[in-house]
């Protein structure tokens, strides 16, 4: 069974930095590429950054580009998110999941960002 644990969100004041974790089982890690997304109430989740399964960065939304860093480690089935100078737009539940996969979400993580 496919399953997604996140954790490491929190409440921090803007300019803040956080660091995501997503702890992943039920599959072979080191065989797919990872997505963090996130979503606001009322509002459609969006993919914050992707990972490929060898740790080379496919992409990072353009709000998040020089400020939030995506990376993996195959040993501990572990992705995680880097989150520097964060802003109260990034505020929301944060989740992962595989690339392109039907798969089903993980409880997420909140992180809210407000002074």
């Known amino acids: 069974q496919v399953q997604f644990v996140e954790s490491g969100g929190g409440s921090v004041q803007p300019g803040g930095s956080l660091r995501l974790a997503c702890s992943a089982s039920?599959?072979?890690?080191?065989?797919?590429?990872m997505t963090w997304y996130r979503q606001v109430a009322g509002k459609e989740r969006e993919s914050v950054a992707t990972?490929?399964?060898?740790?080379?960065?496919?992409r990072y939304e353009e709000s998040v580009k020089d400020r939030f860093t995506i990376s993996r480690d195959n040993v501990k089935n572990t992705v995680y998110l880097q989150m520097n100078s964060l802003k109260p737009e990034d505020t929301a539940v944060y989740y992962c999941?595989?690339?392109?996969?039907?798969?089903?979400w993980g409880q997420g993580t909140q992180v809210t960002v407000s002074s």
């Open positions: 990972i490929g399964n060898r740790g080379i960065i496919i």
């Open positions: 039920g599959f072979t890690f080191s065989a797919y590429a």
């Open positions: 999941k595989r690339l392109q996969y039907d798969d089903s």
